[in-house]
């Protein structure tokens, strides 16, 4: 194998990969079913009372 050859292999195969681990992740992230995970941890900082204020 020559350099160049690796060097589309890579690229090629690389872009691929990179492109199925991102459509992986925004799959899992607007399931209809993890809808309740993420509205519960955008309300967490607002749930969370502080005994005093900021100062």
């Known amino acids: 194998m020559t350099h ?3 060097l589309v292999f890579s690229k090629t195969w690389g872009a691929i990969y990179l492109l199925v681990v ?3 992740a925004v799959v899992r992230t607007y399931w209809p079913s993890r809808r309740k ?3 519960d941890a ?3 900082p607002l749930d969370h009372q502080e ?3 900021w100062r």
């Open 4 to 6: 160049d050859t690796v």
């Open 22 to 24: 991102f459509l992986a």
């Open 37 to 39: 995970v993420y509205d």
């Open 42 to 44: 955008a309300q967490s």
């Open 51 to 53: 005994d005093q204020p």
